[in-house]
Structure formats: structure tokens, C-alpha cells
């Protein structure tokens, strides 16, 4: 079963060229809403381990990743794909919208 | 999943997990339905301290945890689900989900309510990249930058007073020439070194490309434009409340909250609303919660009438 693996400011290029589809989940401890997201997320990374991988990024500890994808605001997802940046959500989402927003980019 | 329900309630905020922890108490069988994260609005706020029955500040998303518990307690059941429609037909009431639809005999409408945007230049372009609606969320990005809040109510101060712990300069940014916060809120914000006020500033557009660089803001009363250079702009000027998919079947008035009587019933049968739906809410936690308590005690005389 596939889980939520936590990416760095040093690994993160490592996953980019995944022929997978990336969810970036950028989040911070302070930050309620990134955490109330979490088991919706660990059931998404559980139920599509073929074709997505689930990321975490820590803003606080990674600002390069956080500042490459102009990301300000939690909770944000990003879905890359092949390497570009497909779409994001901001703001608390449930799994339904995950998804369909995976689907749309898949 | 179970199909058919004696009360499905609309919203997880403080007013509907209120209402749901009665339904459950009344041994009713229950559907909770929460489009983003049950707790509501409130759960992205660091701290309550007005909640009555705590001499100490509170988490706001550890108060709606419990919450949550509460009404699982008396098995209601708690479902992460988006409704797309709420209809009356063949004698009860159908709630339309994402590929799903659920049937009940009465509903509480408590979908609570979603920010108010400016609707202007830059604004949803730069949302995410530096225009914000929530600095609890968001401050940690603008540590020694300037920020500023636009608003002079409880949130906005309240949002102030967090991101001052990290920006190196906070702008308060308001249409009028005195705050509607708290006192106690206004007070703080008065004497903190950080935190400057604009008043009688209207805001015209955000400005920046990649992210923002700024606001564009008229003085109201010498009619000067001026661009307040800040990276990050943070939205705190109310809400809109979520009424659309019941706008057919209650009465609404112009500003969209919904019209009750004082048992919080509207005009169908078997449909209350609870909660920042209904107008003179002010946004407070210990409102909604009486609120939902209250619909749901309407709700439980209506299921008894029925039988």
C-alpha cells in the first residue's frame, strides 16, 4: 500500500520526472486545515498506488520548494505531471474534489 | 452507505455538529454532510477566547474535535461529501451528493458561509500568491515582510495581531474611520508597535505578476490613490453566506441569508437553517452552536408531529 512520502528541498527534483502523477501537499504544523486534509490525502496515496504519488513538503523547512512553486498560502496541492505543474487547489478540499480534480489531469 | 434518513444536516461547522449532538440525543438517525473539513471556518483560527466556559484560551480546531466526538457519541454519522441539491419530492426530502443522492425526512440547513471577495483587479489572480483569507494558514510566508488586512471587525484584528508575531510591518486597511472589532481586540491592536492603521481607504485593485507587490487604495475622503507596496493582503471583510442551493425553496433577503421564524423553521415544512446562513449571525461560535441547538429542537417537534 502506498503512502505519503515527505520530500525535501534536496530530494524534490528526484520525484519530478516520476511517470506518475505528483500531488504535492505543501503544509505546515501550524497550519489546521493541512492536517484536517491529511487522511483524505493517505487514502488517495492508498487507493491509486499505480498511478499517483502523494508528496509533503514542510513550507517552514523547505522554503526553496515552497518559493519555486510561488506557493503562499496552505493548504495547497499541486498535481504535476510528466514534470509540469498541472493544476492546484488552495484551500481545505475533500477527497471527492481531489479526485475529480485527478482525474481531470490524469 | 445507508440511503434514507430522519435528519441529514448540511454543513459540519459549530451549527450543524450543535444540532447534530441533539438528533442524536433525540435517537434520530443522523447524516452529517461536510464539503471541506468538519469544524467549519473556525478550525483555521489559532485561538478562541470568548467561547463561554473556558477561563483559558482555547484551539478552536481541539474545540470542534470534540465537537465532532460528541455527536459520533450518540451515533450520528459524519460524511465528507459535497451537496449539489436539496429537493422535496415524493413526500421527503432528497439530498444530491457528488454521484450519490440521500433521502431524509427533515433537513437543517447550516452551510455556514464562504469570504467575502473585493471582486476587483488582481484579486482571485494573486489569491495564493500573496492575497490570502487566512493568516493563521499563511503568516509563517511573510516573516519580516509587509503585510496588510483589509477589514476593522473581529477577524480582521484578530488576523493583525497573528501576523504581527511574523511580518515586520502590519497595515490594518479600513473603509471607515473607526473599527468594529471587540474593544479588547482594538486595544491590543492600538498598542502594538507592528500593526499601522489606513482608514477611509477603498481598494481598487492588487497589483504584482507572478505574486503581489501591492494595493491600490483611494482615500475616501481627499480622493488620492497611492499603491501600499506588501506581500501579502489578507481578506477579512466578512462573509457571503451558502444559501444557493436552498434559493428556491426559502425565502431569502436581498443579501441572501435566509428568512425563519424564531424556532428557526422556514417556509417548507420540515427544513430549518442554523448557523452564519441567517442574518445577524456575527459570526461567533457560542451563536451558531445556539443555533443549531435551537433548529435542531424545532426539528425534533416537527419529526414528532409526523408520527
Not at chain 2, 494558514?137 to 511574523?166: I, N, S
Amino acid at each position: 500500500m502506498a503512502e505519503i512520502v515527505s520530500a525535501n528541498d534536496g530530494n524534490f527534483d528526484s520525484f519530478m520526472n516520476s511517470v506518475k502523477t505528483i500531488i504535492v501537499d505543501f503544509w505546515a504544523p501550524t497550519c489546521t486545515p493541512c492536517k484536517l486534509m491529511e487522511p483524505g490525502l493517505e487514502k488517495i496515496a492508498a487507493n491509486y498506488p499505480e498511478n499517483v504519488k502523494v508528496l509533503k513538503v514542510n513550507v517552514n523547512e523547505n522554503p526553496l520548494t515552497s518559493s519555486r512553486f510561488f506557493v503562499r498560502t496552505l493548504p495547497t496541492l499541486l498535481f504535476i505531471k510528466n514534470g509540469l505543474v498541472k493544476t492546484q487547489l488552495i484551500g481545505a478540499v475533500n477527497p471527492g474534489q481531489i479526485e475529480k480534480t485527478l482525474s481531470e489531469v490524469q | 452507505m445507508e440511503k434514507n434518513w430522519d435528519i441529514i444536516i448540511v454543513g459540519g461547522g459549530p451549527a450543524g455538529l450543535a444540532a447534530a449532538i441533539y438528533c442524536g440525543r433525540s435517537l434520530r438517525k443522523t447524516l452529517v454532510l461536510e464539503k471541506q473539513v468538519f469544524g467549519g471556518q473556525i478550525v483555521s483560527a489559532d485561538i478562541i477566547e470568548n467561547y463561554p466556559g473556558f477561563a483559558e484560551p482555547i484551539v478552536p480546531a481541539e474545540l470542534m474535535d470534540q465537537m465532532s466526538k460528541q455527536a459520533l457519541r450518540y451515533g450520528v454519522v459524519l460524511e465528507n461529501d459535497e451537496v449539489s441539491g436539496v429537493h422535496y419530492e415524493n413526500n421527503s426530502w432528497r439530498v444530491d451528493v457528488y454521484n450519490n443522492f440521500y433521502t431524509a425526512k427533515a433537513i437543517i440547513f447550516a452551510a455556514g458561509s464562504t469570504h467575502r471577495f473585493f471582486n476587483v483587479n488582481g484579486e482571485k489572480e494573486l489569491l495564493g500568491r500573496g492575497v490570502s483569507v487566512c493568516a493563521t494558514c499563511d503568516a509563517p510566508f511573510f516573516r519580516d515582510r509587509q503585510v496588510a488586512v483589509l477589514g476593522g471587525g473581529d477577524t480582521a484584528l484578530a488576523e493583525a495581531l497573528h501576523l504581527a508575531k511574523f511580518a515586520s510591518t502590519v497595515y490594518v486597511v479600513h473603509r471607515r474611520d473607526q473599527l468594529r472589532a471587540e474593544k479588547i481586540l482594538q486595544d491590543r491592536v492600538f498598542k502594538n508597535s507592528k500593526i499601522k492603521l489606513l482608514w477611509d481607504r477603498e481598494v481598487l485593485s492588487f497589483t504584482g505578476a507572478q505574486r503581489l507587490e501591492g494595493i491600490e487604495l483611494r482615500n475616501k475622503k481627499t480622493a488620492a490613490v497611492e499603491v501600499l507596496a506588501c506581500d501579502g493582503a489578507f481578506l477579512a471583510i466578512g462573509t457571503v453566506p451558502n444559501t444557493e442551493l436552498i434559493k428556491n425553496i426559502v425565502e431569502l433577503d436581498d443579501a441572501g441569508y435566509a428568512i425563519t421564524d424564531i424556532s428557526l423553521a422556514t417556509r417548507s415544512k420540515g427544513l430549518f437553517v442554523a448557523g452564519e446562513v441567517i442574518k445577524g449571525n456575527r459570526r461567533q461560535v457560542s451563536i451558531s452552536v445556539g443555533m443549531g441547538v435551537q433548529a435542531s429542537l424545532a426539528c425534533e417537534d416537527y419529526l414528532a408531529s409526523l408520527e
